[in-house]
């Protein structure tokens, strides 16, 4: 070290400025390069099924912005991917792989309309019943959402079983006993289809803006909210530092006195708060009772998709989750008025997963075509 | 043999408890409730257990030889998802519904496995993907594409009745009660299964491509160093594995004669129970179909308590394999797995 | 010998660069056969990278390759092999799950109507090892994993004769190994070399190399310093060759006498992961202004040891106390906010998160630590302050809080460390390690600081493999072994090999007499300890390709 420190220093200053820089436009253009080769993808697949691509992809634009309908639409979704894709993010920083949040938001889903049925009768009729039940469902939520993604979450700490396994038996355990349950005791006499009762009057959340009844713009600043609390929990507390450095490198923060095994457990629980308040949405804002889970969308999944294209950041959740809502709610456009299976859609989600998993791939691609070569 | 370690024998004697749980369960059962056991646990039974397991011993044998060579095939359900309609798609498309047609879907199947595994072997080794990501990918994949294709094809999501597989039948000797049955009145793709199961378990013990696959995932550089290419022996295991869920997928298509598109898909996790049939059968291919066979076996029960009337809804029946699964692991969690696995190998330079 | 053959090995004008690092700088070298050749030199002057270019697993930038007098150059490590050449890393290249048997044939396996013929594998095997006089043969079922570190060496040595290596080269060969087992080693070295085989032997302990090379050639900096014959040198200045000047080792005085107990454990047992007891019922005490250290062989429980008094494992059996207080059952973040500081045994693991920049390292064990940490909520300034007053304090280089924990050296990374564990007044501090891997500068600090601490009052235990680290450091020194203290001794009177002895299980009343009657390649050696003192000049271990 006998070169004069302070040129040693600028020049470290330059190098980790750009290394910084690298990575924050690295991660954008992985995410952006993964949609957009899924969805070339998806077109060329739309193309060798002998549809006109060019007219699916027109359609996607109108199924998801080309109209306030399709618009509120879009952001109705949004609101499910952001709580979901927050959950899942929870968890993956924490360095658990929490793939459980379709049961979580199922049995959030049924905890929270049971609980508002159950005291509907002891609660008076009119705004101030309405609203007390909507909060009373939203705990429930919670709570339920929380203890089903609590149980993987004791079993992977104490018991060392795969959290990825068991979250995703108890996915398959979730549809299949709330799906028995609506169907059977759950279900009222007199309904035609799979169902619950419906859900009293008054509770739900208020139409502010938009005249869409199934979009409420509370729910989207729920979200929101949620997204705030989770982004500075994570930054700004020790309980948020101890979760990311599990994450980071779990010998690290085991050492520096964090208990891996509760942590695992907070984790978790956290993950499936979150992910129970999703059901909750679902179910107040959207449906306004409960129905067979196996035909609830697959948020809890795509989820996986939108936190893993933030990089696992809260933040970046939302953007993620703006292009996961327009997706899918283009795809309920196409299902009307489209010949294409819908269920391309959920086959590009994958895809979009897949390229993520290998970023190396996009350096590689980003090198060979010389775009932001000199990063590589 | 110098194979049965410690550990294997503490799983033995562990699984053996378990068995003897079941049969206390069994007693409950029928003190309690009357069951007939006697009509639960009859031939058919036990061959239609060994029918709803020789898919998720295809899987395992295959994802066990991939984590044995260092990398993990998460995977697996998405390949049974296109091995099934993979199948089904050929059957539907020759239009023919001989038992030769049927095989030739199974080797289309496998076909077309190998082809998408060879793609995400690619990614996994050399583009050094996250496997658990990618694995989940892959299942999302076939959860979306699966069903399109059905679509596509039939209209909606579920196939019209295509051809299955019959059993064969050995004049005579089917007569012979049980053993008769099972042996000589059994579909060939149980006897298949059987045969793949036990190459595996020679092939992994007793030649040198065991040792190599062995040795790629506990210490890759040793194998390096002895002259042998690790990514050469992960790809072909990974090929392997993929190739295998296809099979499984294709076998359960054509033990069940039609594709079912909705929701999880006819494969319904049966690659996620192969993981842990693997685990619990310790990496040992043997090992791994006799877990097989007990998840099949639970998956079977629904059957049963459905045909002697016991009035437990199929759906919550059908949930049984799923809570087998977190009870194998919360018991059996803590594997020993090989010590490379889910790490990138790179020789130095 | 005959004077005219060509030498085994001929290396001509190798240099080897890593980015900007010059890691062999036009070295030349000479393996005569049928010779033990010694590579002498500290860590990271390039010992390994020499032979990693001459094993194929390094491609060289410039120079030229000779076996045998022939021009070679190898791609990778077969083509070595190929070419007679056989190397041992210090990280044995064993499949552990897997048999000996298994092992040794693996890649070259004998092959009968499509199956590995073991019989075959086997009767080869036990030839060879009753040429050599080897033991493995007894071994030849049991998984790898069961064997002791010194007969997984001889398994790896097996492994490269099995594969007809006519030269091997032995990295480090000793690191691993008891001084009694390292007699064992060399004995075999002279066996393999009277049988026609020619040795290189990589080390940095002055004493082995004059005890059992015919040659001696000091690498420094990348460069070939010198060659000598073992009979014409001296220790002295092999060790002026190494390090390029003087070097002392003194002990240094010490004022303060230890004072009241701080930690104690009182008839401690720990299990290990695999849950066999690790640490049968020790006890043992730290005073105020004492330095304690702990001595033996990796893997005698030193690990399970420390854990339980940091509180990373909960004992099995007995009490942990700190000033009298029972904190057997308290956790790590108490008792660390207890005042029981610790530098880890890893500190790339453990010690740092190597891709948090200083800042969020520096919080990493304060979490809960005011003023940076207040009722659940991070003061971020704070935090940063306390980075920039270790890299201030401890001279981190770079000196810069934002660069990331994996971009500095290991000495700046364990400075670090240790400036952070030490920083919030603790009444005790449990060190492992706490020089490994360190530049001779960082270690020098690190131990001038550990010193200070103990005159400040500090109970600090001290577990270090350096013998003379602990000797230089400690108020006492115990000797674990298998789960146990077999002995305390007193650093200024002890020689290295009572303590070797000891490491190896043997009280010293039973050792005297077989240690008078057997031959030991390292008697008379004890007085001088220099060699481990200097060994980590550069960047240590992690420097060292």
């Keep these: 070290m006998s070169d004069d420190p302070g040129r040693v220093r600028g020049a470290l200053d330059r190098v980790a400025a750009r290394l910084l820089d690298a990575s924050v436009y690295e991660r954008v253009g992985i995410a952006v390069g993964s949609t957009g080769l899924a969805l070339l993808i998806g077109l060329v697949v739309v193309a060798a099924a002998g549809h006109n691509p060019l007219l699916f992809a027109q359609q996607l634009v109108v199924g998801s912005v080309g109209s306030t309908g399709a618009f509120t639409r879009t952001l109705r979704f949004t609101t499910l991917f952001i709580l979901a894709g927050v959950a899942v993010a929870i968890a993956f920083r924490a360095g658990v792989f929490n793939i459980g949040v379709q049961g979580q938001l199922i049995v959030g889903g049924i905890a929270c309309v049971l609980s508002i049925l159950w005291l509907a009768p002891f609660?008076?009729?009119?705004?101030?019943?309405?609203?007390?039940?909507?909060?009373?469902?939203?705990?429930?939520?919670?709570?339920?959402?929380?203890?089903?993604?609590?149980?993987?979450g004791v079993l992977k700490a104490y018991y060392g079983a795969n959290e990825i396994i068991t979250t995703i038996m108890l996915n398959f355990i979730a549809i299949g006993i709330v799906g028995w349950a609506v169907d059977g005791p759950l279900r009222p006499e007199d309904a035609r289809s799979v169902r619950t009762e419906y859900l009293p009057e008054g509770v739900g959340l208020p139409s502010v803006v938009f005249s869409d009844p199934n979009f409420s713009i509370l729910g989207l600043g729920l979200a929101l909210g949620v997204v705030g609390v989770v982004a500075v929990g994570m930054t700004r507390t020790s309980f948020g530092y101890d979760m990311v450095t599990s994450g980071y490198q779990a010998s690290a923060a085991t050492f520096s006195g964090v208990d891996p095994q509760r942590t695992i457990v907070a984790t978790m629980t956290l993950s499936g708060m979150v992910a129970g308040l999703v059901g909750a949405v679902f179910a107040i804002m959207v449906q306004g009772y409960f129905i067979d889970p196996s035909g609830i969308g697959t948020y809890g999944f795509d989820a996986i998709a939108v936190s893993l294209l933030a990089a696992n950041n809260p933040v970046g959740v939302v953007p993620a989750s703006l292009l996961f809502g327009a997706l899918e709610s283009s795809g309920s456009h196409v299902q009307i008025h489209s010949d294409v299976p819908v269920q391309l859609i959920d086959g590009i989600v994958g895809i979009v997963v897949l390229f993520v998993a290998a970023p190396e791939l996009f350096r590689m691609l980003a090198k060979r075509t010389g775009l932001g070569g000199e990063k590589g | 043999m110098s194979l049965a370690t410690g550990t294997s024998r503490r799983r033995l004697r562990l699984g053996g408890l378990a068995l003897l749980a079941a049969v206390a369960l069994a007693a409950v059962l029928v003190v309690r409730f009357d069951v007939p056991l006697e009509r639960i646990f009859t031939v058919g039974f036990l061959n239609r257990t060994l029918m709803l397991a020789s898919p998720i011993a295809l899987a395992a044998v295959g994802g066990l030889y991939a984590e044995k060579s260092g990398v993990f095939n998460i995977g697996l359900e998405g390949f049974m998802i296109f091995g099934a309609i993979t199948a089904a798609a050929t059957l539907s498309l020759v239009g023919?519904?001989?038992?030769?047609?049927?095989?030739l879907a199974i080797v289309a199947a496998v076909g077309v496995s190998l082809a998408l595994t060879a793609g995400y072997a690619v990614l996994l080794i050399r583009y050094k993907a996250d496997q658990i990501v990618a694995g989940l990918a892959v299942w999302f994949i076939g959860l979306g594409f699966a069903p399109f294709l059905a679509s596509l094809l039939w209209g909606t999501v579920r196939s019209p009745g295509l051809a299955s597989m019959n059993r064969y039948s050995v004049p005579y000797l089917a007569e012979v009660p049980v053993v008769g049955s099972i042996?000589?009145?059994?579909?060939?793709?149980?006897?298949?299964?059987?045969?793949?199961?036990?190459?595996?378990?020679?092939?992994?013990?007793?030649?040198?491509?065991?040792?190599w696959i062995q040795a790629a995932g506990e210490n890759p550089t040793a194998l390096d160093t002895a002259g042998i290419d690790v990514n050469r022996v992960r790809y072909a295991t990974v090929l392997f594995s993929g190739a295998m869920a296809g099979l499984g997928g294709a076998v359960l298509l054509a033990h069940a004669g039609t594709f079912i598109g909705t929701g999880d898909t006819m494969v319904d996790g049966r690659g996620w129970i192969a993981i842990v049939a693997y685990l619990f059968g310790n990496y040992n291919p043997i090992g791994a179909a006799l877990a097989a066979l007990l998840f099949g076996g639970l998956e079977g029960l629904q059957v049963q308590f459905q045909t002697v009337d016991i009035a437990v809804s199929g759906r919550l029946m059908g949930l049984l394999p799923y809570v087998g699964v977190i009870v194998v692991l919360t018991v059996w969690g803590k594997t020993r797995m090989p010590s490379s696995v889910g790490e990138p190998y790179e020789s130095e330079e | 010998m005959t004077a005219d053959a060509p030498p085994a090995v001929r290396l001509e004008g190798i240099t080897k660069t890593f980015g900007d690092v010059v890691a062999n700088d036009g070295v030349d070298f000479r393996l005569e056969r049928e010779s033990i050749h010694a590579l002498?030199?500290?860590?990271?002057?390039?010992?390994?990278?020499?032979?990693?270019?001459?094993?194929?697993?390094?491609?060289?930038?410039?120079?030229?390759?000779?076996?045998?007098?022939e021009p070679r150059s190898f791609d990778s490590p077969q083509d070595a092999m190929a070419a007679g050449i056989g190397m041992i890393h210090q990280h044995f290249q064993l499949?552990?799950?897997?048999?000996?048997?298994?092992?040794?044939?693996?890649?070259?396996?004998?092959?009968?109507?499509?199956?590995?013929?073991?019989?075959?594998?086997?009767?080869?095997?036990?030839?060879?090892?009753?040429?050599?006089?080897?033991?493995?043969?007894?071994?030849?079922?049991?998984?790898?994993?069961?064997?002791?570190?010194?007969?997984?060496?001889?398994?790896?040595?097996?492994?490269?004769?099995?594969?007809?290596?006519?030269?091997?080269?032995?990295?480090?060969?000793?690191?691993?190994?008891?001084p009694q087992e390292v007699d064992g080693l060399l004995d075999l070295l002279e066996e393999l070399r009277a049988s026609g085989r020619s040795l290189i032997f990589i080390s940095h302990k002055l004493e082995e190399v004059l005890a059992a090379a015919d040659r001696i050639t000091v690498l420094r900096d990348g460069r070939a310093v010198d060659t000598v014959a073992a009979a014409d040198t001296s220790r002295q200045e092999l060790a002026r060759m190494m390090v390029g000047r003087e070097v002392s080792f003194d002990r240094p005085a010490r004022e303060a006498i230890p004072g009241e107990p701080v930690l104690e454990a009182e008839?401690?047992?720990?299990?290990?992961?695999?849950?066999?007891?690790?640490?049968?019922?020790?006890?043992?005490?730290?005073?105020?202004?004492?330095?304690?250290?702990?001595?033996?062989?990796?893997?005698?429980?030193?690990?399970?040891?420390?854990?339980?008094?940091?509180?990373?494992?909960?004992?099995?059996?007995?009490?942990?106390?700190?000033?009298?207080?029972?904190?057997?059952d308290v956790g790590r973040r108490r008792r660390l906010e207890a005042g029981i500081a610790a530098i880890p045994e890893d500190r790339n693991a453990e010690g740092l998160v190597q891709e948090y920049d200083l800042v969020k390292n520096a919080l990493l064990g304060n979490q809960t630590v005011p003023p940076y940490a207040n009722d659940g909520w991070l003061d971020w300034s704070a935090v940063e302050a306390h980075a920039e007053e270790i890299i201030e304090e401890f001279d981190v280089h770079p000196p810069d809080p934002s660069a990331t924990a994996g971009s500095l050296s290991g000495g700046n990374q364990q400075k670090f460390v240790v400036g952070r564990e030490i920083g919030h007044d603790p009444d005790a501090l449990i060190a492992a390690h706490p020089t490994r891997g360190v530049d001779v500068g960082s270690l020098e600090f690190i131990h001038d600081r550990l010193l200070e601490l103990r005159e400040e009052g500090l109970a600090i235990v001290l577990i270090s493999s350096k013998l003379d680290e602990l000797r230089a450091l400690a108020d006492r020194i115990v000797v674990m072994y298998e789960g146990t203290f077999i002995d305390e001794v007193d650093p200024t009177g002890t020689s290295d090999a009572e303590l070797g002895l000891l490491m190896a299980g043997q009280r010293l009343d039973e050792g005297a007499e077989r240690e008078t009657n057997g031959r030991s390649n390292l008697e008379g050696t004890q007085s001088e300890s220099d060699a481990e003192a200097t060994v980590d000049r550069r960047t240590g271990g992690d420097g060292e390709r």
Excluded at chain 3, 53 to 68: E, F, H, K, M, S
Excluded at chain 3, 123 to 132: N, V
Excluded at chain 3, 136 to 154: I, S
């Design chain 1, 123 to 152: 609660v008076p009729n009119g705004t101030l019943g309405g609203v007390g039940l909507t909060l009373v469902g939203l705990l429930a939520a919670v709570v339920a959402g929380g203890l089903y993604a609590a149980l993987p």
């Design chain 2, 96 to 103: 023919a519904s001989s038992q030769l047609h049927v095989w």
């Design chain 2, 183 to 211: 042996l000589f009145n059994q579909s060939p793709l149980v006897v298949l299964t059987l045969v793949v199961v036990v190459a595996a378990w020679v092939v992994l013990y007793r030649t040198r491509y065991g040792y």
């Design chain 3, 40 to 69: 002498l030199g500290e860590n990271g002057s390039g010992k390994t990278t020499l032979m990693n270019v001459l094993y194929g697993l390094y491609d060289q930038d410039a120079g030229t390759i000779r076996v045998d007098g």
């Design chain 3, 95 to 178: 499949v552990e799950p897997m048999t000996v048997l298994q092992n040794v044939v693996l890649g070259h396996e004998p092959v009968d109507g499509g199956l590995v013929d073991e019989d075959a594998a086997r009767e080869e095997i036990e030839a060879l090892c009753d040429r050599y006089g080897f033991d493995v043969d007894d071994h030849l079922e049991t998984p790898v994993e069961e064997l002791d570190l010194g007969t997984r060496q001889r398994v790896e040595i097996v492994k490269s004769l099995y594969r007809g290596a006519d030269t091997l080269i032995l990295d480090e060969p000793t690191a691993v190994l008891t």
């Design chain 3, 267 to 328: 008839e401690l047992s720990v299990a290990g992961d695999r849950g066999l007891e690790r640490v049968s019922e020790i006890d043992l005490t730290v005073r105020e202004h004492e330095i304690l250290g702990i001595a033996g062989v990796q893997g005698n429980g030193q690990t399970e040891l420390i854990e339980a008094l940091t509180g990373h494992r909960v004992p099995d059996a007995g009490r942990v106390r700190l000033r009298g207080d029972d904190v057997t």
